[in-house]
Every structure is written in structure tokens, then in C-alpha cells.
């Protein structure tokens, strides 16, 4: 039956949740060339604005927008900007329509018989655990050997790529080194070595995050993964029982807890209107057995006394009821709470029991994993991840490392061995905790971690090396390093190599384009250029792979190649 909610595409503005389409502005007038981060500066730093997004409609557009998390700050950021001159352009400013709910005018549209909607026939005629396969685990019919030469293919075509971008910025020197390694390395701007893997191609994830929903058919709570995303025009979720990424014990957890929900007076959360409670489950599993479950939900009005009694319900349920044979070693609830205006919600986590954390083994050596910490999601590959980013790097006891978006050590404590000092950065503070307890646990006493920012605190951490040689590793978030922190990379003088391990080699293009450019007064520094590239498939089954780059100063690189 269609809600109210469903016909009016514009409805989610009444909702007392934040959107950052309540209060957006369109700013036009914009110079040909300039960058994001440089307008943020502009509107945040030098005219605070406070704004909370911004987006620019397509890549090159003259014009985007800007949000805010309410009506006051548009309306000061309209009278500020309307008229202002930046980079000898005069910019002008309004208020911008929100966007229409996708899912509902998606609805809109096909009850209306619009026939440019595209459907995707590759899913036309699978059952529904067939389109789980072909959203989680596209490779799963392919052999694993032609899976690893189709990732092989894709990051030497990554290269070429980056090799172009990196031809157009270059002069002198630069152009002339990555003229030679294009025409030896077949347009690749560096050697790429044979793709390396494990022998566990199944059950080998040790963290996911469910979606909770329901089976329409049989009105029932589905744990699983969205069929499709909630653009596409469906919030429907699939079973998880054919996946052979997730190991049995996760399904086990997941069956348990369907059975809990069903039976719960709490309604899976609804994403087109918000209504429920039932979000998300995320499960942990270490190679010993250790299961970490994080029930999360939405509590909507639910007092603290519903909060408490459920809590209580799930503690019974895995200690004495039916959860029992899940064998759970560590039970959270998380309340995942949409943000207001003001900035207020989030996530909050709540101990149960059990332990308050697990505990895994990598690498001869073991590390404590809280609810938020992050963690490869693959054990073994993260071992083989670990160790080409040691042969990159050529670490020796003379090196001072700096492991950039540590986490929770992981990296810097496998690499302690081979250095002579670690500084470890992270801006999540509990995974800084659990990185300082990983040490003491592993007697590790050449480790140092800072919490904050990397683009913040990366210059007073710098100041604190010791050793002649100093090395980089950075794991950034899929989007990429932060562009100060790459700057005060490039002029750190004592830096003599990083090592980039990239979980999407794509984006990470704009950061290796930038550490490579020739030096000018925004890029400070001789240029950084990949000199050595090997692929690690971390996820078999799906199309993606890591991919580690060594990068080296151009005038090293050049020496290198000059003394073969």
C-alpha cells in the first residue's frame, strides 16, 4: 500500500532529523580553475560561514552547492557571498531547491509509466539470493585464477592512467624520468609485480555490517545486504545464506538475531519515512573465534527505561535463550541517532557482555579490536598486505616510520620490528587506545601514538624523529589522504620514501598526481614518484583489490635509474 509518504517526494524535509537539503544554496560565478579544499578555506576560515557540505553538481561545473544546518547560517552565507570577488571572479549567491527524495520520485515515475527509467536486465529473472551474489560477490562463478588476472589487468590499467595525469603536470626533469619508465614499464609509471593473494578464498571476512529489513513476502525480518541502493527505487534486503565470503559463524548470529527481532515489539527502521528501530547488525569474528555483535538501531522516543529493558532482552537471550549456540563472545548495542540542526546525535555504544573487546592474531602478534576500531577486514590478507609494504619500504633500524591513519597499530607494530621508531597517527580515539594497549600487549617498546587529525598533527609529530631515515605509510579512508597532509609530506626533507596502500586505487590517483607534481609555492618539496606497485587481493569473490605503491624522491628514483 502507498504511504503518504510516497507520493510527495519532498515530504523527508518535514522530518525533525537533520538534511543537509533543508538549508543549500547555490554559488555561481566561480573561477575556471580552483580547488575544493581552497573554497572550503575561503568559506569556513576566512569568512566563517560554518558551512556542513559542499557539492558541486559534476566534475568542472562553474557553480555548486553549499549547506548549511540551518536557516540563520544560509542567510548570512548569502549576504556574505553575493557579490564578493575571489580569484578576480565575482561570485553570486541563492537559495537552492532541495533535491527530491530519489526512492520516492523513483516511485513516482514508474507509476506513471516513465519509461526512461533504466533497469538493470542483469538482474531481470535471478532469485533474490542470486542478486545478493551479484551486489556483494560478482566474481563468485568466475575461477579464482581468472579473478586474480582480471584484478592484475584493472591496476596496470589504473597506472597507465595515473602515468598520463602525471605527464601533463610535468617539465624538466620529472618529464623526462617518467618518459623512460612509461616507455620500460608498457605506460606504467613504475614496475608492477605479480598479484599476490592467500589460499583462503571463502570465509574470509572477519567484520561486516548487515542491514536490517524485512521480507515483504512473508513479512518478516530479513539481516542481510540491500539488493540494489535506495536511489534504484528499492529498500529491499536479501538473505546472506549463499554468500561464501561471510564465515558460518556470522550466519549463525545473523539467523539468531532474525529470530529475536521477529519476535521483538520493535519494527525494522524504515529508510523512506524513518520509522522503526531495527538498523543495522555489524559482526566481528577473529581466526580463534572471538565474535564481537553490535546490535544497532534507531531509538526514535524509546525512554531510557525501554532502552535498559532491552538491553537486558539481549543479554538473556545470548547468555540463556536461543542466541546461546551463536557462542557470542562480546555483546554491544549501538544507538544510531540521525544528527539535528544543531550537530547533536550520532552513534552511541553501550557494553552488555561478555568482553569488551576481542582479540585477533596478525603477523605472531596480537591486537585488541574495540567496537569502533578499525581493522582489515581480511586477517590473513592483511598479513600478506603487510609484509609488501615491509619489501617496499626496505625498512632498517635506523628508520623512523610514520604510520598515517594507524587505526589501531596494526601496520606500525608489524613494521616495529624492522625499524628503529614508530609514530602512529589516528583520528578515531579509542582505536589510539587500543593501538597503545596492542603494544604493551606485544612488548613493543620503539612505538609512539597520537590521536587527531593527520593534516593537524603530522608537522609537531614529524619534529619528534630521531632517525636519519625516515619512511611514510599512509592506509587512508577510500577517499583519499587530506591534501595538508600530503603537502607537509612533500617538504618534510627527512622523508625519503612512503609507502601508499590504497583500498581504491581510482581515487587515490589525485593524491599520487599530487605527490608527483614538480615543486612550486603551493607543492613544497622534491616530487615523489612511484618507483615500485604490487596488487593484494584482499576481497576474493568481488572486483575489488588493494593496490601498494612505493614512492620515492625524484632525484633518488633518477639515481637509481642512472645506476642500472
Known sequence: MTTEVEKNPYAYLERDDFTSEKYKIEVRGLPKYYGIGEFKKLLNEKLDLQTCKIKPPRRGSGWLYVCFRNEETRQKAIETLNGILWKNSKLSAQIAKPAPDPFVKRKIEEKGGNKRIKVDEDDQGLSIEDRVKSTTIPLWNMPYASQLELKQKEMSSILKSICKQMLKESKDDLLDWLNYQKDKYQGMPCELLPILSTEKTTEYRNKCEFTVGRNDAEDKVVIGFRLCSYASGSTAVGPIDNLCHIPSQMKVVVKVLEEFMNNSELKPFDPVDHSGHWRQVTVRVTLRGDLMVIVGMQPQDLSSEKLEQLKSELKAFFEDGNGVEAHVTSLYLQTMTQKSANGDGGDDYYYISGTRYIEETLSDMKFRISPQAFFQVNTLGAQVLYKAAIDLAKPSADTSMLDICCGTGTIGLVFSKYCGEVFGLEVVEDAIKDAKENAVTNDVTNCEFFVGKAEDILYPVIRRITKPDVIAVVDP?????????????????????????????????????????????????EPLVPTKAVAVDMFPHTKHCELVLCLERLSVAMKARDAT
Open 477 to 525: 579512508p577510500r577517499a583519499g589522504l587530506h591534501q595538508r597532509a600530503l603537502l607537509t609530506m612533500r617538504k618534510t626533507k627527512k622523508l625519503s620514501r612512503l609507502v601508499y596502500v590504497s583500498c581504491n586505487p581510482r581515487a587515490a590517483a589525485r593524491n599520487l598526481v599530487d605527490l608527483a607534481r614538480p615543486a612550486s609555492k603551493q607543492y613544497v618539496g
